[in-house]
């Protein structure tokens, strides 16, 4: 019998993806600051922040294995947060309109007691060139406040791009799922 499995997010799109791979698990929510550190390069802040999810929870919950992940989007290597509000997801698709922009996307797996395992994956968004009526057009119809970039490329957002490059297609969503397979194979899961 498997340890408990908690994802340590409240995030709907980690839920959603963590679920194909047909392992019960619960959700619990970290309490982890999230400020970036001064000059904390995105990668890095993305490490930090998925490995802090993922203790904090396990040191609560002692016996299970936590998984916690965190994206952090970079253009011209300075990261971009979740919009929040209209005017500025707006203010982002505009200032990648036309351009790359790098996406890390880090998983932790941690257990009380355990070394944490890492994984990190690296994905390109390249951005058509928008004009500003179908990026208010698009924001509308998706409201994308609650997500890095200001887009679901599950959903609509996937036209706005001329191209995506990754090892996972899933980690743009937010949880890396052929990682998060082979870390929890390490962690002794049974998966097909």
Not at 26 to 37: A, F, I, L, N, Q
Not at 131 to 147: K, M
Not at 152 to 180: H, M, N, Q, W, Y
């Amino acid at each position: 019998m498997s340890p408990p499995l908690i994802l340590g997010s409240t995030s709907a799109y980690r839920r959603g993806l963590l679920d194909r791979l047909r392992l019960p698990f619960t959700c619990e929510r970290p309490e982890v600051d999230e400020t970036p550190g001064d000059r904390e390069a995105p990668d890095a802040l993305a490490i930090r922040l998925a490995q802090a999810k993922a203790e904090e929870v396990a040191a609560r919950i002692p016996g299970a294995w936590v998984i916690g992940s965190d994206q952090v989007a970079a253009l011209d290597g300075r990261p971009l947060g979740k919009p929040g509000g209209r005017d500025a997801a707006i203010a982002q698709l505009t200032a990648m309109s036309g351009r790359s922009v790098i996406f890390h996307t880090a998983l932790a797996l941690a257990r009380a007691g355990q070394p944490t395992l890492q994984a990190q994956d690296r994905t390109e968004v390249v951005f058509r060139t928008l004009q500003a009526d179908e990026i208010a057009r698009y924001v509308d119809a998706e409201q994308p406040f609650d997500c890095a970039g200001s887009f679901k490329c599950e959903g609509l957002g996937i036209v706005l791009f001329e191209a995506i490059r990754s090892d996972d297609p899933t980690a743009l969503v937010g949880l890396p799922l052929i990682a998060t397979a082979r870390l929890l194979r390490t962690a002794g899961y049974t998966l097909p």
